[in-house]
């Protein structure tokens, strides 16, 4: 490993031990987005992370000629701190939004000629914006229809903060609200399950009820979707990397922090393989689990809480076909095992045929399905839903597994998720886990780093930078 004193950067020069020194443990966007805030507010950084790249759970990796994402990630115009970190790292224009909000939904089990719909926005103001979309939306019945409208203007009066709405199950509320078992198929859950990696049966109210709020009750546009047009790799590894190094942050891959200590003089060392490093200010920008570890006495006043938090699996299935069968960038199913599908084969550098990649959120029940089995499950799925895959040759198949993809939006998890601030003094929290408010997304990654580097930066002393991403305009 380095010294503590980079030879460039804006702290080129800068001594350690001069009282704005600070380690951020893990190099997810949590991390990053924590490490860089501290860094452009004057603080010293060092980085550490334990794999060999940034960028936590959305990664890219290289399988023969092609650039796969471990997972297909989006995220949507509400999404502003992560838009806010992608322009920081210089990165908007390579995951664009779309203009206006346009998911082709297909059902399996509809006849031919009646499998189409399409959930899109007008310029309308909320909530007239969906109102045609819903109007002739064909996998719901009139009646159907009528009744998720009663229950959106229900859901748009509920109070985020109330607590007791995270005792509650989103699927109890949808029934008690008149949601056919169709219409939580065909609609909350279609939404849903993509974005908290949970069924209404087993969501907390109060996650989704934020979810629906913020993402199609909030603002026209707030539901658009926006996709990395590149490997993951690049935006949260290449470019993030390269910020990192502008702003004088001190990068150390390949190295995990393994305890933490706070001397009599309220300076933290931080132990690795070879070296201990210190510092006024720590961020533990890990899985809750590692943070658990390593958290010191005292800490939080319930540490146990944080192993009480659930995780969920994502399962992603990808197919590379020797011709184009999706026409559109991605679309949703119903009435089949898939999901959503996505077009990577520009993003993967595939140059002929097509590379699709199908996100399976929780999949308790197939996440450790051997591969075999998957490919006998999934492609006859596809032939149903595309026909131009009946005649295409299969040239790959493969399937990425995340255990622990996400925390489980269980009722009850808004208790156990912390804040950015310990007991412990210079000792924060950050991680799409804590308490941001969010499911498990980049939106709530991004969030709670600004969190924790805003709580160090005032414990230090230090401004603020004035371009940070500002949590309470988006609250």
Request: charged share 20%; glycine share 10%; proline share 5%.
């Given at each position: 490993?380095?010294?503590?004193?980079?030879?460039?950067?804006?702290?080129?020069?800068?001594?350690?031990?001069?009282?704005?020194?600070?380690?951020?443990?893990?190099?997810?966007?949590?991390?990053?987005?924590?490490?860089?805030?501290?860094?452009?507010?004057?603080?010293?950084?060092?980085?550490?992370?334990?794999?060999?790249?940034?960028?936590?759970?959305?990664?890219?990796?290289?399988?023969?000629?092609?650039?796969?994402?471990?997972?297909?990630?989006?995220?949507?115009?509400?999404?502003?701190?992560?838009?806010?970190?992608?322009?920081?790292?210089?990165?908007?224009?390579?995951?664009?939004?779309?203009?206006?909000?346009?998911?082709?939904?297909?059902?399996?089990?509809?006849?031919?000629?009646?499998?189409?719909?399409?959930?899109?926005?007008?310029?309308?103001?909320?909530?007239?914006?969906?109102?045609?979309?819903?109007?002739?939306?064909?996998?719901?019945?009139?009646?159907?229809?009528?009744?998720?409208?009663?229950?959106?203007?229900?859901?748009?009066?509920?109070?985020?903060?109330?607590?007791?709405?995270?005792?509650?199950?989103?699927?109890?509320?949808?029934?008690?609200?008149?949601?056919?078992?169709?219409?939580?198929?065909?609609?909350?859950?279609?939404?849903?399950?993509?974005?908290?990696?949970?069924?209404?049966?087993?969501?907390?109210?109060?996650?989704?009820?934020?979810?629906?709020?913020?993402?199609?009750?909030?603002?026209?546009?707030a539901a658009d979707i926006g996709w990395a047009r590149v490997p993951?790799?690049?935006?949260?590894?290449?470019?993030?990397?390269?910020?990192?190094?502008?702003?004088?942050?001190?990068?150390?891959?390949?190295?995990?922090?393994?305890?933490?200590?706070?001397?009599?003089?309220?300076?933290?060392?931080?132990?690795?393989?070879?070296?201990?490093?210190?510092?006024?200010?720590?961020?533990?920008?890990?899985?809750?689990?590692?943070?658990?570890?390593?958290?010191?006495?005292?800490?939080?006043?319930?540490?146990?809480?944080?192993?009480?938090?659930?995780?969920?699996?994502?399962?992603?299935?990808?197919?590379?076909?020797?011709?184009?069968?999706?026409?559109?960038?991605?679309?949703?199913?119903?009435?089949?095992?898939?999901?959503?599908?996505?077009?990577?084969?520009?993003?993967?550098?595939?140059?002929?045929?097509?590379?699709?990649?199908?996100?399976?959120?929780?999949?308790?029940?197939?996440?450790?399905?051997?591969?075999?089995?998957?490919?006998?499950?999934?492609?006859?799925?596809?032939?149903?839903?595309?026909?131009?895959?009946?005649?295409?040759?299969?040239?790959?198949?493969?399937?990425?597994?995340?255990?622990?993809?996400?925390?489980?939006p269980t009722p009850g998890v808004g208790r156990l998720r912390p804040?950015?601030?310990?007991?412990?003094?210079?000792?924060?929290?950050?991680?799409?886990?804590?308490?941001?408010?969010?499911?498990?997304?980049?939106?709530?990654?991004?969030?709670?780093?600004?969190?924790?580097?805003?709580?160090?930066?005032?414990?230090?002393?230090?401004?603020?930078?004035?371009?940070?991403?500002?949590?309470?305009?988006?609250?």
């Open positions: 490993m380095t010294d503590g004193t980079r030879s460039d950067g804006p702290l080129a020069g800068i001594p350690e031990g001069s009282g704005r020194d600070a380690v951020v443990v893990g190099g997810g966007l949590a991390g990053v987005t924590a490490a860089l805030a501290l860094a452009d507010a004057g603080v010293r950084v060092t980085l550490l992370e334990g794999r060999p790249r940034l960028g936590g759970l959305a990664f890219s990796f290289q399988r023969g000629g092609l650039t796969v994402d471990n997972g297909q990630h989006v995220h949507l115009r509400c999404c502003t701190a992560y838009r806010w970190f992608l322009d920081r790292i210089e990165g908007t224009a390579l995951a664009p939004v779309q203009n206006r909000l346009d998911v082709p939904v297909l059902d399996a089990g509809k006849p031919e000629g009646h499998r189409l719909g399409r959930l899109r926005r007008d310029a309308l103001p909320v909530p007239l914006h969906l109102g045609r979309s819903l109007a002739t939306y064909p996998h719901l019945s009139l009646a159907e229809r009528a009744r998720v409208g009663r229950a959106a203007l229900a859901l748009k009066a509920l109070d985020l903060a109330d607590p007791t709405l995270d005792t509650q199950d989103f699927g109890s509320w949808l029934a008690a609200h008149g949601q056919s078992a169709r219409a939580v198929e065909a609609l909350w859950d279609l939404v849903g399950v993509a974005t908290l990696n949970a069924f209404a049966s087993d969501a907390s109210l109060g996650l989704a009820a934020m979810v629906f709020k913020t993402g199609l009750l909030s603002d026209p546009g993951l790799g690049e935006l949260h590894d290449r470019l993030a990397r390269k910020a990192l190094d502008s702003a004088g942050v001190r990068t150390e891959l390949r190295t995990r922090a393994t305890s933490l200590s706070l001397d009599e003089n309220g300076r933290w060392s931080v132990q690795v393989p070879g070296e201990t490093l210190t510092a006024d200010a720590v961020v533990l920008a890990v899985a809750q689990r590692e943070a658990h570890d390593l958290l010191p006495p005292g800490a939080l006043d319930t540490p146990g809480r944080l192993l009480e938090i659930g995780t969920a699996p994502i399962l992603n299935v990808h197919v590379v076909y020797d011709r184009t069968v999706l026409a559109g960038p991605f679309l949703a199913a119903l009435g089949t095992p898939v999901q959503w599908v996505f077009d990577r084969t520009e993003a993967s550098g595939l140059t002929s045929g097509q590379y699709l990649a199908l996100s399976q959120s929780a999949a308790q029940d197939e996440i450790d399905t051997p591969v075999a089995v998957l490919r006998e499950r999934y492609l006859p799925e596809l032939r149903r839903l595309l026909p131009r895959a009946r005649g295409a040759e299969v040239k790959d198949f493969f399937v990425t597994r995340e255990r622990t993809a996400t925390f489980a804040g950015a601030r310990t007991k412990s003094p210079g000792l924060y929290l950050a991680g799409a886990w804590t308490a941001t408010g969010w499911p498990a997304t980049m939106e709530s990654a991004v969030r709670s780093g600004v969190s924790a580097a805003e709580a160090a930066l005032g414990a230090l002393g230090r401004p603020r930078p004035r371009h940070l991403f500002a949590l309470e305009e988006a609250a």
